[in-house]
């Protein structure tokens, strides 16, 4: 239930209440989008008393669902028609940031810090009811930092989305708490919601838009190079670490869709090998641009116990006509205040590299790249150190072969002793390569690089390594002083596909796993992600299979109370930890069901009904067509008429347009007659004041040709007599004066 308040000049004012004759406005219809301010747009007639207080710039309006503030904003425009009805327009928190300029500035810091410093600037120039604060932020840069400028005098909410919003994606959204306003800066705004949208329920629209703009080769270019003294200096690229090309490729893509090139700058790096980096991580997460768009309603509105739809949610679609069987995010919501019947809601899936979950999976990746970069960086300033910081030794250069004979020089050694013979520590380098001992000169050597290439050592450590292949007898992952190991499988595209560490084996595809482990509820195998289709949920499913039971559970976190078992049995669904349903050979029971088709039945079809005698069966009233029935009461109205409507929902479920019958039921003397049929309404005829029941029977909308099951031509097959045939010949035998 809403009510609208408005606040002039310090003063409050009732807009509109739900069963008040005085407070109402016409049409208000509140639009919330992700990321925007939204709108609240309503007219109000000059009798209206808050007419007088509905200004824009000067007044506030505050919406209330069920006494909790749902939404603030302020009006921001008003137009008078002929009758001095307002149309008033309203906008949301966050325009509020448009009311102010950002001065010359220079920023180094985080983006709490740079929100921070951009919303000081606006506190400072606007009045105490439009000042906003940092809130929650959840969206972080790679590096930790950022640099930001601007000599251009950009109003403030232009420059919070160029400098943030389009550069590391995300959204904005403004709450009131205590009467000071706060904006978060988050991937998306919360939790799944737990009302589902289908088909059959609530979906009423569906369109799907394939392509746009993307590509499948990319271009990464860095800062602008500032030893080049030229007036507009190239940009930095890759080409002196990717072998001359200045590109890198999804490969996956390529395959799928060809060559597509673009671009992608980052301003703030100036390392080609961290610009490589980012670039094929941003290629990497690039995917065939697909918009989703559903309307759908809002089924709290109708049912109290349902929870509402909330934007910036992911939200479960399932419509197998569709294909459709996972979570889309919701990105508005239409409210109509005075009918919440209508309320609407669309959810947009746009597959985008910096916009909601794909931003944050590129964010995570290059996360982890800057984790990769700073350990490598950190193992060779160690080994530096270790070389560095070494103090004595002696270099030798060696003119003795191995057999003592005085030779010309051929080999230098590195050793903790003058004498070969008696060092412990020994590094040798000849023309054969470089090798290292901590045995003594006659080795062995366990570390070593040869002229041809071939290296060899007990132990390898590096940022990324590649290799055609690795060959060996043993491959030994983790141990005591290394921990668990962990063996990863990558595709070509640089996606992790496969795991195998102390848990167990996982393979996964998209949303999809197959984990073989026996730590689990004792399973031998376990299905998790979207096996099942229609399961709504694709990151929480989860299959269990062993030698007695296949376990589904739509919420792998949750494996008591909402799963379905088989054995050999039959199947059981579970609600609850209460067994909902069960099918087996022999017989199926459950709580409701629901059938598409048909329902053919050879015996009773009965309703059982619970009263102090026990379960009793009441059996089904048949007809020979499908039809449906309503009944009522009436009276008679002055002029000797009652109209009588059908119900609108009754009407939608029959054709009114086909002849359907009434009978009627007198109330005391007298007599009553239908006296006309519509499609709409059927008259009742009789004495003034006459009180009368009726019911009404009506053949079922797209049934009307049914009867008996219209299979006329397989009772005709079964029956042996030609009914017409012998009648012909009766008459004919008739008119000849054979059959008196």
Same mark, same amino acid.
Request: proline share 3%.
């Given at each position: 239930?809403?009510?609208?308040?408005?606040?002039?000049?310090?003063?409050?004012?009732?807009?509109?209440?739900?069963?008040?004759?005085?407070?109402?406005?016409?049409?208000?219809?509140?639009?919330?989008?992700?990321?925007?301010?939204?709108?609240?747009?309503?007219?109000?007639?000059?009798?209206?008393?808050?007419?007088?207080?509905?200004?824009?710039?000067?007044?506030?309006?505050?919406?209330?669902?069920?006494?909790?503030?749902?939404?603030?904003?302020r009006?921001?425009?008003?137009?008078e028609?002929?009758?001095?009805?307002?149309?008033?327009?309203?906008?949301?928190?966050?325009?509020?940031?448009?009311?102010?300029?950002?001065?010359?500035?220079?920023?180094?810091?985080?983006?709490?810090?740079?929100?921070?410093?951009?919303?000081?600037?606006?506190?400072?120039?606007? &009045?105490?009811?439009?000042?906003?604060?940092?809130?929650?932020?959840?969206?972080?840069?790679?590096?930790?930092?950022?640099?930001?400028a601007?000599?251009?005098?950009?109003?403030?909410?232009?420059?919070?989305?160029?400098?943030?919003?389009?550069?590391?994606?995300?959204?904005?959204?403004?709450?009131?708490?205590?009467?000071?306003?706060?904006?978060?800066?988050?991937y998306?705004?919360?939790?799944l919601?737990?009302?589902?949208?289908?088909?059959?329920?609530?979906?009423?629209?569906?369109?799907? $838009?394939?392509?746009?703009d993307?590509?499948?080769?990319?271009?990464?270019?860095?800062a602008?190079?500032?030893?080049?003294?030229?007036?507009?200096?190239?940009?930095?690229?890759?080409?002196?670490?990717?072998?001359?090309v200045?590109?890198?490729?999804?490969?996956?893509?390529?395959?799928?869709?060809?060559?597509?090139?673009?671009?992608?700058?980052?301003?703030?790096?100036?390392?080609?090998?961290?610009? $490589?980096?980012?670039?094929?991580?941003?290629?990497?997460?690039?995917?065939?641009?697909?918009?989703?768009?559903?309307?759908?309603?809002?089924?709290?509105?109708?049912?109290?116990?349902?929870?509402?739809?909330?934007?910036?949610?992911?939200?479960?679609?399932?419509?197998?006509?569709?294909?459709?069987?996972?979570?889309?995010?919701?990105s508005? $919501?239409?409210?109509?205040?005075?009918?919440?019947? &209508?309320?609407?809601v669309?959810l947009?899936?746009?597959?985008?590299?910096?916009?909601?979950?794909?931003?944050?999976?590129?964010?995570?990746?290059?996360?982890?790249?800057?984790?990769?970069?700073?350990?490598?960086?950190?193992?060779?300033?160690?080994?530096g150190?270790?070389?560095t910081?070494?103090?004595?030794?002696y270099?030798?250069l060696?003119?003795?072969?191995?057999?003592?004979?005085?030779?010309?020089?051929?080999q230098?050694?590195?050793?903790?002793?003058?004498?070969?013979?008696?060092?412990?520590?020994?590094?040798?380098?000849?023309?054969?390569?470089?090798?290292?001992?901590?045995?003594?000169y006659?080795?062995?050597?366990?570390?070593?690089?040869?002229?041809?290439?071939?290296?060899?050592?007990?132990?390898?450590?590096?940022?990324?390594?590649?290799?055609?292949?690795?060959?060996?007898?043993?491959?030994?992952?983790?141990?005591?002083?290394?921990?668990?190991?962990?063996?990863?499988?990558?595709?070509?595209?640089?996606?992790?596909?496969?795991?195998?560490?102390?848990?167990?084996?996982?393979?996964?595809?998209?949303?999809?796993?197959?984990?073989?482990?026996?730590?689990?509820?004792?399973?031998?195998?376990?299905?998790?992600?979207?096996?099942?289709?229609?399961?709504?949920?694709?990151?929480?499913?989860?299959?269990?299979?062993?030698?007695?039971?296949?376990?589904?559970?739509?919420d792998?976190?949750?494996?008591?109370?909402?799963?379905?078992?088989?054995?050999? &049995?039959?199947i059981?669904?579970?609600?609850?930890?209460?067994?909902?349903?069960?099918?087996?050979?022999?017989?199926?029971?459950?709580?409701?069901?629901?059938?598409?088709?048909?329902?053919?039945?050879?015996?009773?079809?009965?309703?059982l009904?619970?009263?102090?005698?026990?379960?009793?069966?009441?059996?089904?009233?048949?007809?020979?067509?499908?039809?449906?029935?309503?009944?009522?009461?009436?009276?008679?109205?002055?002029?000797?008429?009652?109209?009588?409507?059908?119900?609108?929902?009754?009407?939608?479920?029959?054709?009114?347009?086909?002849?359907?019958?009434?009978?009627?039921?007198?109330?005391?003397?007298?007599?009553?007659?239908?006296?006309?049929?519509?499609?709409?309404?059927?008259?009742?005829?009789g004495?003034?004041?006459?009180?009368?029941?009726?019911?009404?029977?009506?053949?079922?909308?797209?049934?009307?040709?049914?009867?008996?099951?219209?299979?006329?031509?397989?009772?005709?097959?079964?029956?042996?007599?030609?009914?017409?045939?012998?009648g012909?010949?009766?008459?004919?035998?008739?008119?000849?004066?054979?059959?008196?």
């Amino acid at each position: 239930m809403y009510r609208v308040t408005a606040r002039y000049e310090f003063e409050e004012y009732r807009l509109h209440e739900m069963f008040s004759d005085e407070y109402v406005l016409i049409s208000p219809v509140l639009t919330e989008k992700v990321g925007k301010a939204g709108s609240f747009k309503f007219d109000i007639p000059i009798n209206h008393p808050s007419y007088r207080s509905v200004l824009p710039f000067q007044t506030y309006v505050t919406i209330y669902k069920d006494d909790i503030e749902y939404w603030h904003g302020r009006v921001i425009d008003a137009e008078e028609d002929f009758y001095r009805t307002k149309s008033v327009t309203c906008e949301g928190e966050l325009g509020f940031l448009n009311d102010s300029i950002i001065p010359v500035y220079q920023f180094s810091g985080n983006i709490p810090e740079y929100i921070d410093s951009i919303l000081l600037m606006h506190n400072s120039q606007v &009045e105490e009811e439009k000042k906003i604060y940092r809130g929650n932020v959840e969206v972080t840069d790679p590096n930790g930092y950022l640099t930001r400028a601007n000599q251009n005098y950009p109003d403030t909410l232009s420059e919070l989305t160029n400098k943030l919003i389009d550069t590391y994606g995300g959204y904005f959204r403004t709450r009131r708490v205590n009467g000071k306003i706060y904006i978060d800066y988050l991937y998306e705004y919360g939790e799944l919601n737990q009302q589902q949208l289908r088909i059959e329920e609530n979906i009423i629209d569906y369109s799907c $838009k394939f392509g746009g703009d993307f590509c499948t080769r990319l271009i990464p270019l860095g800062a602008k190079r500032e030893d080049t003294g030229e007036e507009d200096p190239q940009r930095i690229t890759i080409s002196s670490v990717n072998g001359g090309v200045i590109y890198v490729d999804n490969a996956e893509l390529v395959a799928r869709y060809g060559i597509i090139v673009g671009t992608k700058t980052w301003d703030d790096v100036t390392d080609p090998v961290h610009l $490589k980096l980012k670039g094929q991580s941003y290629i990497n997460s690039q995917e065939f641009p697909q918009k989703l768009e559903l309307t759908a309603v809002d089924l709290s509105n109708i049912n109290i116990d349902i929870d509402a739809l909330r934007i910036g949610c992911m939200a479960t679609v399932i419509s197998p006509f569709h294909e459709l069987g996972a979570a889309y995010f919701l990105s508005s $919501k239409t409210s109509h205040l005075d009918a919440p019947e &209508e309320d609407s809601v669309s959810l947009g899936a746009e597959i985008d590299t910096f916009t909601g979950k794909t931003a944050k999976r590129q964010q995570d990746t290059e996360n982890q790249i800057s984790k990769v970069e700073q350990e490598a960086r950190e193992s060779i300033v160690n080994i530096g150190k270790t070389i560095t910081g070494t103090k004595g030794g002696y270099v030798v250069l060696d003119t003795f072969d191995d057999s003592g004979k005085l030779v010309d020089p051929w080999q230098l050694l590195i050793m903790d002793r003058p004498d070969k013979t008696q060092a412990v520590n020994v590094i040798r380098m000849n023309q054969g390569g470089i090798a290292f001992s901590t045995s003594g000169y006659n080795g062995p050597y366990k570390s070593a690089w040869d002229i041809n290439g071939q290296f060899v050592a007990d132990f390898i450590r590096a940022g990324t390594m590649l290799a055609d292949r690795i060959r060996g007898g043993t491959l030994q992952l983790g141990g005591q002083s290394n921990q668990n190991g962990v063996l990863k499988i990558l595709n070509a595209s640089g996606q992790q596909i496969g795991i195998w560490d102390k848990d167990g084996i996982r393979m996964s595809s998209g949303p999809s796993q197959v984990n073989f482990t026996s730590q689990q509820s004792g399973s031998a195998i376990e299905l998790v992600g979207n096996v099942i289709y229609g399961t709504g949920r694709p990151d929480k499913s989860r299959t269990t299979l062993d030698s007695l039971y296949i376990r589904m559970y739509s919420d792998r976190n949750d494996t008591n109370n909402t799963y379905m078992e088989a054995e050999a &049995e039959g199947i059981t669904f579970w609600t609850n930890k209460n067994e909902a349903s069960f099918y087996g050979p022999d017989n199926m029971h459950t709580v409701d069901a629901t059938i598409d088709g048909s329902l053919d039945v050879s015996g009773e079809k009965n309703r059982l009904v619970k009263t102090g005698y026990g379960d009793i069966k009441m059996a089904a009233y048949e007809t020979a067509s499908p039809m449906f029935g309503d009944v009522g009461s009436g009276t008679i109205g002055a002029d000797g008429l009652c109209y009588v409507t059908l119900d609108s929902i009754f009407a939608e479920t029959v054709n009114a347009g086909c002849e359907y019958q009434v009978f009627l039921q007198a109330y005391g003397p007298g007599s009553i007659y239908v006296s006309d049929r519509t499609p709409a309404f059927f008259i009742v005829a009789g004495q003034p004041g006459q009180r009368f029941g009726w019911e009404i029977k009506a053949k079922q909308r797209g049934y009307e040709q049914h009867r008996l099951d219209c299979r006329r031509d397989r009772l005709k097959a079964q029956d042996s007599v030609d009914y017409a045939a012998e009648g012909a010949e009766y008459y004919k035998k008739y008119m000849e004066g054979l059959i008196i």
